[in-house]
């Protein structure tokens, strides 16, 4: 018997360069294993920022003048990522071409094809 072949997928609004974006679009966040590495690093420091901002007193505006000059350094280092692959935006920033919405795409699920939860995307 032959086996059963799926449509393709790269038709549905879910459908990211091979992967599957369903389930971080109904649970934004949820999956910690989705998220850019780089993201969650930044994400760890800041939390780390606003302890200590609070155990010294800062008041919400001190932080966050401190916290911007520190967010312009972060910015500005390299994507401590193997995978990173850079991408000029239009107003020249450089971005990571496999970040979308928080997430990376590498680190999403592979579309296997048309299944129960396609749906067409707006863009066809
Ligand atoms: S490849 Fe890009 S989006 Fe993915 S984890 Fe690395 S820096 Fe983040
Ligand atoms: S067809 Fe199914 S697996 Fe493929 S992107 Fe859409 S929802 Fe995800």
Redesign the pocket.
């Known amino acids: 018997m032959n086996p059963l072949l799926h449509m393709p997928g790269d038709a549905c609004r879910f459908w990211v360069a091979g992967s599957c974006l369903y389930e971080e679009s109904m649970n934004p966040g949820l999956r910690a294993e989705f ?5 969650s690093a930044l994400e760890g420091r800041f939390d780390e920022f606003v302890v200590r901002g609070e155990i010294l007193g800062l008041t919400s505006e001190e932080a966050g003048r401190i916290w911007e000059h520190r967010m312009a350094q972060a910015l500005n280092i390299d ?1 401590d ?5 850079a991408l000029q935006d239009d107003a020249g920033e450089i971005l ?5 919405e928080g ?5 999403l699920p592979p579309c296997a094809g048309r299944c129960r939860r396609f749906e067409l995307s707006h863009d066809e």
């Open positions: 998220s850019c590495t780089v993201l994507w990522c193997a995978n990173f692959t990571c071409r496999h970040f979308i997430v990376c795409v590498l680190r």
